[in-house]
């Protein structure tokens, strides 16, 4: 099945309420001057650029009654309300939505909208984290920590956004490799498949992928929600929280053209580019070349 030509919508949620390191705000403005637009539509794709999603600063909301076990959590949960009205109109129109973060707390907002706009949904987790704390075991209170949680309704309003919750076998993560204690202990409990970087150091890329879509099943729509820390960062030296052992160019390259390959995805996130920590833009300009793999780019 070959990749969808649909229309791309593209919608910035510059977003840095869900972690504690300044600068991931200016994510999607790195991306779009790295020339996602243009590059897409080289490939003579419909591209549009819908602009960002309203974001207050963190000084606008530290006067707000603030919960030490979910910081910032309705101020995100404001903005991801209208992320996901957003995507799920871009969805409901016939387009293909891109997501650019931004921290990825972004997706609470991006993934239920895909849930909602779809009936049988299937989401591939690229991300050095699992995502998986609760307010109750997390150990900083970070709401992107919280995000794959939340989605399967196992973190209190108002981090519960859209009407589906996410299912264990629904979910599959990839690049997986640095999980707090109590994390591991909760995903296992849950039962979501996790494709670590041991099981792509051992088996490869293409097989690891094959198995994570064999996991989801017979799935018609995927939403993949790629963290830029899943790559190693002598790759991605531009994130928050890097994790060194992460995935190679062409590793991540391969997954996305055997997606585009396989022509289910209709949303993606590319979340947490920060250009402070960034050198000469380089995260941002790998994601773009990402994307442009995922919607069709090939060497030959």
Partial sequence: MPQSTAPINIFGV????GQNRRGVDMGPSAIRYAGLQQ????LGLSVQDSGNITVPIIEEVRHLSQDDHMHNAEAIASVCRLTYDSVRKSLAAGEQAVVLGGDHSVALGSVAATLDAAERVGVLWIDAHGDFNTPEISPS????????????GMC???LLIG??????NQIVMIATRDLDPAEKIAIRQAGVKVMSMSEIDENGMAEVLRAALLALGTVDTIHVSFDMDSLDPSVAPGVGTPVFGGLTVREAHLIMEMLAMDGRVRTLDLVEVNPILDERNRTAQVAVDL???LFGQRII
């Avoid at 590059?39 to 080289?42: D, E, H, S």
């Avoid at 209170?141 to 399967?152: A, K, Q, R, W, Y």
């Fill in 14 to 17: 510059p977003m840095d309420l």
């Fill in 39 to 42: 590059r897409l539509q080289g």
């Fill in 141 to 152: 209170g970070n709401v992107h920590g919280m995000v794959v949680t939340s989605l399967m």
């Fill in 156 to 158: 209190p309003p108002p």
């Fill in 163 to 168: 009407e589906q919750r996410l299912q264990a």
């Fill in 291 to 293: 994307a442009a793999s």
